[in-house]
Structure formats: structure tokens, C-alpha cells
């Protein structure tokens, strides 16, 4: 068993060093898209927070304005 260990072991060193270039460029490909995406779906949910922080602003001011008639009505 452990020299089975051993030949895996050495196989997969020497296809390692035979592809690492590859492998690195493939890394970093995979790591690009990735941040590409994280940063789409970033700019998507920071609009969806303006959005709900205009919408609760509105909210807000209608809420005082119609409190200030009720006052002033009193």
C-alpha cells in the first residue's frame, strides 16, 4: 500500500511539474471570472440598497408631512 502511495505520489509530481504553467494560467482565469461576477452581483445589490434607501427617505418625508397637516389641523 505504501508503495502504491509512492508511485501516485510521483506520478502525479511529475505531471505537476510538467503542467504548472497551465494549471497557474487556469487559476487565475478561474479566479478573474470569479471577481468579475462577485463584482456584478456587488454593483446589483448596492443598487438595490440605494434604491430601498430613496424609497424609505420618501417613506419618511410623506409620514412627517402628513403628521405636520394633522397638527396643524388640531
Known sequence: MKKTTYV????????????WRFL??????VGVKAGREIK?????TLEDIQDASAEALQDLAAEEKS??????TA
Not at 8 to 19: D, F, I, Q, T, V
Not at 24 to 29: D, T, Y
Open 40 to 44: 456584478k452581483v456587488s454593483a446589483q
Open 24 to 29: 497557474l494560467k487556469e487559476g487565475v482565469k
Open 67 to 72: 403628521a405636520a397637516k394633522g397638527k396643524t
Open 8 to 19: 501516485l505520489g510521483l506520478a502525479s509530481g511529475a505531471l505537476l511539474a510538467l503542467n
